[in-house]
Protein backbone atom coordinates (compact mmCIF):
# COMPACT_ATOMS: atom_id res chain seq x y z
CA UNK A 1 0.00 0.00 0.00
CA UNK A 2 2.79 2.11 0.96
CA UNK A 3 4.61 1.83 -2.46
CA UNK A 4 1.28 2.40 -4.51
CA UNK A 5 1.39 5.85 -2.92
CA UNK A 6 4.78 6.64 -3.43
CA UNK A 7 4.31 5.77 -7.12
CA UNK A 8 0.82 7.74 -7.37
CA UNK A 9 2.55 10.61 -5.84
CA UNK A 10 5.91 10.79 -7.85
CA UNK A 11 3.48 10.28 -11.03
CA UNK A 12 1.38 13.39 -10.31
CA UNK A 13 4.62 15.23 -9.07
CA UNK A 14 6.06 14.00 -13.26
CA UNK A 15 2.27 15.02 -14.42
CA UNK A 16 2.29 18.47 -12.75
CA UNK A 17 5.77 19.08 -14.13
CA UNK A 18 5.29 18.28 -17.71
CA UNK A 19 1.76 20.38 -17.70
CA UNK A 20 3.84 23.27 -15.96
CA UNK A 21 6.97 23.15 -18.07
CA UNK A 22 5.46 25.43 -20.87
CA UNK A 23 3.83 27.80 -17.84
CA UNK A 24 5.43 31.11 -18.01
CA UNK A 25 8.49 32.10 -15.42
CA UNK A 26 10.64 35.24 -15.42
CA UNK A 27 13.61 33.09 -15.37
CA UNK A 28 13.01 29.46 -16.55
CA UNK A 29 10.93 29.99 -19.16
CA UNK A 30 10.58 34.02 -20.06
CA UNK A 31 9.58 33.44 -23.91
CA UNK A 32 6.46 31.54 -22.99
CA UNK A 33 4.09 31.83 -25.06
CA UNK A 34 1.25 31.05 -22.20
CA UNK A 35 1.45 34.93 -21.38
CA UNK A 36 -1.46 35.91 -23.81
CA UNK A 37 -3.30 32.42 -24.71
CA UNK A 38 -6.53 32.35 -25.76
CA UNK A 39 -8.79 32.49 -28.19
CA UNK A 40 -9.33 36.18 -28.05
CA UNK A 41 -5.36 37.39 -28.56
CA UNK A 42 -2.93 36.93 -31.40
CA UNK A 43 -0.56 34.61 -32.00
CA UNK A 44 2.07 37.18 -31.56
CA UNK A 45 1.93 39.17 -28.77
CA UNK A 46 3.99 42.02 -30.46
CA UNK A 47 1.32 42.80 -33.01
CA UNK A 48 -1.02 44.17 -30.32
CA UNK A 49 -1.94 47.56 -31.39
CA UNK A 50 -1.99 49.12 -27.65
CA UNK A 51 -3.19 52.57 -29.00
CA UNK A 52 -6.71 50.96 -30.29
CA UNK A 53 -7.95 49.08 -27.30
CA UNK A 54 -10.73 49.90 -25.97
CA UNK A 55 -10.76 52.66 -22.78
CA UNK A 56 -12.06 51.44 -19.53
CA UNK A 57 -13.37 54.90 -17.76
CA UNK A 58 -11.53 54.98 -14.03
CA UNK A 59 -11.88 57.01 -11.38
CA UNK A 60 -9.37 57.51 -8.63
CA UNK A 61 -10.05 56.72 -5.00
CA UNK A 62 -7.72 57.04 -2.08
CA UNK A 63 -8.99 54.38 0.65
CA UNK A 64 -6.77 54.70 2.98
CA UNK A 65 -3.97 57.72 3.26
CA UNK A 66 -1.36 57.29 5.87
CA UNK A 67 1.48 59.62 4.23
CA UNK A 68 0.87 61.97 7.18
CA UNK A 69 1.30 59.33 9.86
CA UNK A 70 4.66 57.39 8.63
CA UNK A 71 3.11 54.21 8.14
CA UNK A 72 2.59 52.18 4.69
CA UNK A 73 0.10 49.93 3.16
CA UNK A 74 1.76 46.73 1.40
CA UNK A 75 0.33 43.67 -0.38
CA UNK A 76 -2.73 45.60 -1.71
CA UNK A 77 -5.54 43.83 -3.69
CA UNK A 78 -8.75 44.84 -5.46
CA UNK A 79 -11.29 42.24 -6.52
CA UNK A 80 -14.93 42.79 -7.63
CA UNK A 81 -17.21 40.14 -6.80
CA UNK A 82 -20.58 39.86 -6.53
CA UNK A 83 -21.27 43.24 -7.96
CA UNK A 84 -19.00 45.21 -5.01
CA UNK A 85 -15.79 46.07 -4.93
CA UNK A 86 -13.22 44.66 -2.55
CA UNK A 87 -9.68 46.30 -1.42
CA UNK A 88 -6.91 44.98 1.09
CA UNK A 89 -4.02 45.32 2.28
CA UNK A 90 -1.10 44.80 5.59
CA UNK A 91 -0.74 48.32 7.37
CA UNK A 92 2.73 48.91 8.42
CA UNK A 93 5.21 51.08 9.79
CA UNK A 94 8.63 52.51 8.17
CA UNK A 95 11.36 52.15 9.97
CA UNK A 96 14.88 53.97 9.65
CA UNK A 97 16.36 50.19 8.80
CA UNK A 98 13.75 49.88 5.48
CA UNK A 99 14.57 53.40 4.31
CA UNK A 100 18.41 52.92 4.10
CA UNK A 101 17.22 49.91 2.11
CA UNK A 102 15.21 51.94 -0.45
Not at 35 to 54: S, V
Amino acid sequence: MRLQLVLLLLLVVRSTAAISADRPHPIRNPTSAVMLEGNWAPKNHHNIDFDRLPRVPVEHVVVSDVQATGAVNQHNYLLHHDGRFWAMWSDGRVSKIALVKL
